[in-house]
């Protein structure tokens, strides 16, 4: 037999003899993997088992625990471990993470970045205390009290007008009255969102930005030509408002303006503190601005309507309590009672419903619900009933029972403009329009639907 007979027959036998080596070694690692993540539990199992917590499925985990939020803060009213999840919706617990500036889990907040960059939002550190130093002026009560004029000029030219004695998605409406409100404090916009059609490209690239945000899907192209238009409008805006300011005697002339916008203040705040505060940073803070005083503002304003349109007896009295005056930002603090019901709802439906943190331990997810904060029958007995006295004068709660703009290091710094913004919207809005639910639409499945009745 020759030697060239018997190479098949050795090569077949090498390549066999390969693949079961192979394999082996597969099933090996394999198994020190099932090893590693069996230990791995233990160790998480053993690290958070002071936390109450109910008994995990070995196949689904807290899958089905995951779909019952209420539930769960009424079994276990501080806070739940989930495998490496703690979740957190008590006042106490609150106060202790909320007090320090630990760092965000990352994973969950990367997506915003192309868009928003690395502002406040995101910050961790000392680089979130320097950029909370340099933001805090352009929140002083004197800087947001002229704003007052841009958002009841918003809300009075708000496209609600044209929707009257009909059924209406009120978010729609109310987004663009924010956007516009917005436009005009940060950058003095002179046009109106709401009816200027050279606008409607930044308004699409906005409502793309946020669907990408809330459905998540992998529409990269998409994503990226609408961050690229809204970062194109921000750059030309500061690019343009730093060469005015350059100019000779033109920086006095700004200055002593009565009204400065969010982008002059920060300008100004930059010339006077040094320039560690560099072109990046500014672009990134007027970004996060941008979406959390809109976005998050048209969401708390959208449910407080609901909220009111849900209970006539209470959005009644706030209308006679609003008809008696006229309302402008001299009178904000003579609307007591819609002040309390606009808290209410935002107990009920809380517009930054969750954040979360990274610790405890290293690397694992530190969610913080502030929804299940609000419906924890341990910090609010009743929980269910629209109760303004909650937020009567003279009540008192813990620090930390009343969230709905988060707090501590992680404490919205706009939230009073926000907070403006939602009295001057809902005030004026109760002005002109009686409104009730629509029965045959349950939100937010398809939008927030609401009837107008124009009041005469």
């Known amino acids: 037999m020759s030697v060239s007979e018997l190479s098949p027959t050795r090569a077949l036998g090498s390549v066999s003899g390969l693949l079961q080596v192979v394999s082996l070694l597969g099933l090996v ?8 993540l069996y230990l791995r539990r233990q160790w998480l199992l053993k690290t958070l088992h002071q936390f109450p917590s109910p008994p995990p499925n070995w196949l689904c985990g807290y899958k089905q625990e995951l779909q019952a939020l209420l539930k769960r803060v009424e079994t276990y009213l501080s806070a739940r471990g989930t495998m490496a999840i703690v979740l957190i919706y008590d006042s106490d ?37 320097q950029h ?24 009075q030219s708000a496209s609600l007008q044209d929707n009257q004695d009909s059924h209406v998605e009120i978010f729609r409406h109310v987004s663009l009255m924010t956007l516009d409100t917005i436009m005009k404090c940060t950058f003095s916009f002179q046009c109106s969102i709401q009816t200027d ?43 343009e408002r730093k060469a005015h300011l350059q100019k000779e005697g033109e920086l006095e002339k700004v200055r002593s303006r009565r009204h400065l916008d ?4 920060l300008l100004f705040t930059r010339m ?3 320039s560690s505060f560099s072109d990046v940073d500014l672009h990134a803070e007027v970004d996060t601005f941008m979406f959390k005083g809109h976005d998050t503002t048209a969401s708390g304003i959208s449910w407080i309507l609901y909220t009111l349109a849900s209970h006539p007896v209470h959005q009644q009295r ?10 402008d930002g ?16 935002l107990r009920l439906y809380p517009p930054v419903p969750s954040f979360s943190l990274s610790s405890l331990p290293r690397r694992n997810h530190l969610p913080l619900s502030f929804y299940g904060l609000h419906h924890n029958p341990k910090v609010w007995p009743n929980l269910e009933v629209f109760d303004p006295s909650w937020f009567a004068p003279g009540s008192t709660r813990h620090s930390h029972a009343f969230l709905p703009f988060s707090g501590g290091f992680r404490n919205f710094i706009g939230k009073q403009f926000s907070m403006n913004e939602l009295k001057v919207a809902v005030a004026l809005t109760l002005l002109r329009f009686e409104l009730a639910p629509d029965p045959s639409r349950v939100p937010s499945k398809n939008g927030i639907y609401l009837w107008l009745r124009k009041i005469l």
Request: hydrophobic content about 40%; charged content about 15%.
């Open 93 to 129: 617990y609150m106060n202790v993470v909320l007090g320090r500036s630990g760092p965000k889990s990352l994973n969950i907040y990367r997506f915003l970045i192309p868009w928003i960059g690395t502002g406040l939002l995101l910050l961790e550190g000392q680089m979130l205390f």
């Open 262 to 265: 969010f982008l002059d203040i």
């Open 330 to 345: 001299d009178h904000l603090d003579q609307i007591p009672y819609t002040t309390m019901c606009i808290k209410e709802a």
């Open 318 to 327: 706030c209308q006679e309590e609003i008809q008696s005056l006229l309302v």
């Open 29 to 36: 690692l394999l198994l020190l993997k099932v090893a590693q």
């Open 272 to 274: 006077q503190k040094g």
């Open 197 to 239: 059609r050279n606008s409607k490209s930044y308004i699409q690239a906005v409502r793309d930005l946020n669907n990408l945000i809330y459905r998540l899907t992998p529409e990269g192209h998409w994503n990226y030509w609408a961050c690229q238009l809204t970062h194109q409008h921000t750059d030309a805006m500061i690019k």
């Open 132 to 155: 909370w130093w340099m933001l805090t002026p352009a929140f002083h009560y004197d800087i947001l009290k002229p704003y007052m004029g841009h958002m009841a000029h918003s809300s």
